[in-house]
């Protein structure tokens, strides 16, 4: 956005964290190991100990803005701000916005049907808009896509404490897939990079990552995730510098229906900020000195999604409901745990990307993909996947889930009873036998493990 809004840089940033500067806001307490537990008593959307509060609040405040077609909002469009999407139980939350996919098969292979703008239709457009005297406007993707026979919603994912997820080593992800039984293992996607995280010096254009993040895990890093969404779910384009190269990755804007020329009138701009929104590397001399920063409003995503801290858990007393739930939910029987994983000598966070190192969490996910037969959502990510592929979805960490209203990657029930028993994805359906397993609860047990995970 072109304001004179406030910005982090993270890698400056991480030596105030390290010196303890600025006035810090949370609370930790350490198990005399080195490794710190975050506390139970932080609201929902604080920050993570040792934060600094500045900054925290001019990212919150720039991941909360409202952008307008002067901003370059646009051509096409999902919100007009991060904050309108994630927004529930606080701000950085789930949200109440289904995403729209859609495809076909081709030969038997996924085809994103990329030439009418696929596999994501972004629900609006600017409209019309005047500039340099020529009357243009946006136009909207069509609804149906022509040519569409496969179509999926996808729910609007929480941000809290993902930045201790995007601290983790890839080999944390190889062993977390080596612990589980076969019949339920996961696979680490692993991804290319477009746009590295500053403050992680792992990072590199072309290197690769395990993707961590979305429905699919597809997405490497929170760096990358920002400025793909400013992109996609705003229309927003932008340039960063990574060691002196200029990275356009998003910086070329989404037309209506991928259309072949600029908006709907010949001659017009894209939308009502000509050429790149905002041409960071432009504006520093094309990230010469070997300058290493992302776009301003991308690094104050980064920022704010990186230090936001895990959902606080409710404490549970021994002998409750809650207590025999958890019994439950860790049990070979149900088997949950499986998936949703929670162990203690991984998820400790490193000190990559800018946040604390040493902070101990539990995601209940193992951020691997799995085949989910039918409730697989059946959208590649790519022309020619497998339609095997296309049922591959991220186990869905259950960290702060008594927050979310909607429930399962197209938001279809608020219940989670029938959430789990939805896992029922047929006979190649990894998450099959534990929704199983759960109909074979009495209701009593069922209410238990219920009980247990409205404690997240």
């Known amino acids: 956005m072109r304001r004179n809004m406030q910005w982090i840089r993270c890698g400056a940033l991480g030596a105030v964290l390290a010196l303890g500067g600025w006035g810090c806001m949370g609370d930790a307490g350490s198990d005399g190991t080195g490794v710190t537990t975050v506390s139970s008593e932080l609201s929902l959307g604080a920050a993570l100990?040792?934060?600094?509060?500045?900054?925290?609040?001019?990212?919150?405040?720039?991941?909360?803005?409202?952008?307008?077609?002067?901003?370059?909002?646009?051509?096409?469009?999902?919100?007009?701000?991060?904050?309108?999407?994630?927004?529930?139980?606080?701000?950085?939350?789930?949200?109440?916005?289904?995403?729209?996919?859609?495809?076909?098969?081709?030969?038997?292979?996924?085809?994103?049907l990329a030439a009418t703008g696929?596999?994501?239709?972004?629900?609006?457009?600017?409209?019309?808009?005047?500039?340099?005297?020529?009357?243009?406007?946006?136009?909207?993707?069509?609804?149906?896509?022509?040519?569409?026979?496969?179509?999926?919603?996808?729910?609007?994912?929480?941000?809290?404490?993902?930045?201790?997820v995007d601290s983790l080593p890839d080999s944390s992800f190889d062993t977390l897939a080596s612990r589980e039984p076969a019949s339920v293992r996961g696979t680490p996607r692993r991804v290319t990079i477009s746009l590295p995280n500053p403050a992680d010096s792992s990072q590199s254009i072309g290197s690769t990552r395990v993707a961590r993040f979305g429905w699919k895990a597809n997405v490497p890093s929170l760096a990358q995730f920002s400025a793909d969404a400013y992109l996609n779910e705003m229309g927003i384009t932008t340039?960063?510098?990574?060691?002196?190269?200029?990275?356009?990755?998003?910086?070329?804007?989404?037309?209506?229906?991928?259309?072949?020329?600029?908006?709907?009138?010949?001659?017009?701009?894209?939308?009502?900020?000509?050429?790149?929104?905002?041409?960071f590397a432009a504006e520093n001399h094309n990230c010469s000195?070997?300058?290493?920063?992302?776009?301003?409003?991308?690094?104050n995503f980064t920022f704010f999604m990186a230090h936001l801290a895990p959902p606080p858990q409710v404490a549970i007393t021994a002998g409750s409901s809650q207590d025999r739930g958890r019994t439950l939910?860790?049990?070979?029987?149900?088997?949950?745990?499986?998936?949703?994983?929670?162990?203690?000598?991984?998820?400790?966070?490193?000190?990559?990307?800018?946040?604390?190192?040493?902070?101990?969490?539990?995601?209940?996910?193992?951020?691997?993909?799995?085949?989910?037969?039918?409730?697989?959502?059946?959208?590649?990510?790519?022309?020619?996947?497998?339609?095997?592929?296309?049922?591959?979805?991220?186990?869905?960490?259950?960290?702060?889930?008594?927050?979310?209203?909607?429930?399962l990657h197209d938001g279809r029930t608020t219940d989670i009873a029938t959430a789990i028993r939805d896992h029922n994805g047929g006979t190649v359906g990894q998450g099959t036998a534990a929704a199983a397993a759960f109909g074979a609860l009495n209701s009593s047990q069922q209410t238990d493990l219920v009980n247990f995970l409205n404690t997240l």
């Not at 934060?51 to 469009?77: M, Q």
């Not at 600017?126 to 069509?142: A, E, Q, R, T």
């Not at 000195?289 to 690094?299: E, Y």
């Not at 990510?381 to 909607?406: E, F, H, I, K, Q």
């Open 49 to 112: 100990p040792g934060t600094n509060a500045a900054a925290f609040s001019a990212a919150s405040a720039n991941f909360a803005e409202t952008e307008s077609a002067a901003d370059g909002l646009g051509p096409i469009f999902n919100q007009n701000a991060c904050g309108s999407c994630h927004q529930n139980g606080a701000l950085g939350g789930a949200g109440q916005n289904i995403e729209q996919r859609y495809g076909t098969l081709t030969n038997g292979t996924f085809n994103t």
């Open 329 to 407: 939910f860790n049990s070979a029987t149900l088997a949950c745990s499986g998936c949703h994983r929670s162990d203690a000598d991984i998820f400790v966070s490193t000190s990559a990307g800018g946040v604390p190192a040493g902070i101990a969490f539990q995601p209940y996910s193992d951020f691997l993909v799995h085949d989910m037969g039918t409730l697989g959502d059946q959208i590649g990510l790519n022309d020619g996947d497998s339609v095997a592929s296309t049922r591959l979805m991220r186990t869905a960490p259950l960290w702060g889930l008594r927050s979310r209203n909607n429930k």
């Open 239 to 279: 340039t960063s510098c990574s060691r002196g190269t200029v990275v356009t990755a998003f910086a070329t804007e989404n037309r209506a229906n991928r259309a072949g020329t600029n908006a709907i009138i010949n001659g017009c701009p894209d939308d009502e900020v000509p050429g790149v929104d905002d041409d």
């Open 118 to 164: 696929g596999s994501l239709r972004q629900l609006f457009g600017i409209g019309g808009f005047n500039i340099g005297g020529l009357n243009c406007n946006s136009g909207v993707d069509s609804n149906p896509a022509q040519g569409a026979t496969i179509f999926a919603g996808r729910m609007t994912t929480p941000l809290f404490g993902l930045g201790l």
């Open 289 to 299: 000195g070997g300058l290493n920063q992302l776009q301003d409003d991308v690094n």
